[in-house]
């Protein structure tokens, strides 16, 4: 069950890295945003992340304010670099990742590195745009939402 905090941020609940890479992505996060069981997904962090990442929905980017930055990126459109390479490109990293039926990607361990995370490490997911949701180690919102009870956890 996803919680609504203080100031309306929306958290769909914790999920750890495991040591293979794997992750799990949570339901109600991936229904929210049309994201289908057994697709690939696009990652990318936010110019001003360093503990983190966004999960994008691909058909929302065409229209959006991140159709420019896609456009230079083919390769990552196509699918035609390998699952788990990252890509920077102004400021920010990006990847795709391939979602299983059970809701987990897997990441190669350097490719979670690059986005400043290790295996173990527990991350919040929760709302962000309407193109993305996040999934954080650090910042306000972890602090607000170790506050919370009713975060579901996924380990």
Not at 38 to 48: P, Y
Not at 98 to 107: D, G, K, P, S, V
Not at 113 to 140: D, V, W, Y
Request: hydrophobic share 40%.
């Amino acid at each position: 069950m996803a919680v609504t905090a203080k100031g309306g941020k929306y958290f769909y609940a914790w999920s750890t890295i495991l040591p293979d890479g794997s992750f799990y992505l949570p339901d109600q996060a991936l229904q929210e945003y049309n994201i289908k069981l057994n697709s690939n997904i696009i990652i990318m962090t936010g110019r001003n992340t360093s503990r983190g990442f966004s999960v994008v929905c691909k058909d929302l980017i065409p229209n959006s304010p991140l159709a420019s930055i896609f456009s230079s990126l083919p390769e990552l459109q196509n699918y035609s670099v390998s699952e788990g390479k990252t890509i920077s490109f102004k400021e920010r990293v990006f990847c795709w990742a391939a979602l299983n039926q059970e809701r987990y990607i897997t990441l190669p361990l350097q490719t979670w590195q690059q986005f400043g995370l290790n295996p173990g490490n527990k991350l919040l997911c929760m709302r962000a745009t309407h193109l993305a949701f996040n999934i954080l180690s650090e910042g306000p919102y972890i602090e607000l939402a170790k506050q919370m009870r009713d975060i579901l956890v996924y380990e």
